[in-house]
């Protein structure tokens, strides 16, 4: 059975920062590729950061500049460390674990939340 469990979340003051962290189980990790998504109270998840198994990163340009995105195989976690933090930054962040090839399935975590406010 696949976990995806994220920790890490939290209230933080606006221009404080935070990191995210998820650890799989079930999966074989090295292969897929993982991402952070969020979702702010009345708006549709969008896509934070994604890392592929070769190590290519990709942000939402919001986030670039501010947001890490980083993995590391051999513990089967997958990091994201938010700096400059705005309110606007305020959301359920999930973690996402996506195979690239058959059977290009996918697993979603259950989420963190990280509320930024002063």
């Known amino acids: 059975q696949v976990h995806l469990v994220e920790s890490g979340g939290g209230l933080v003051q606006p221009g404080g920062s935070l990191r995210l962290s998820c650890a799989a189980s079930?999966?074989?990790?090295?292969?897929?590729?993982l991402g952070w998504y969020r979702q702010a109270p009345g708006k549709q998840r969008e896509m934070v950061a994604t890392?592929?198994?070769?190590?290519?990163?990709n942000y939402a340009d919001s986030m670039k500049g501010r947001f890490t995105i980083a993995r590391d195989n051999a513990k089967s976690t997958v990091a994201l460390q938010m700096n400059s933090l705005t309110p606007d930054d305020t959301a359920v962040y999930y973690c996402h674990a996506e195979r690239p090839t058959w059977p290009n399935n996918d697993h979603w975590g259950q989420g963190t939340q990280v509320t930024v406010s002063s």
């Open positions: 079930g999966i074989i990790f090295g292969i897929y590729t």
């Open positions: 890392i592929t198994s070769s190590g290519i990163t």
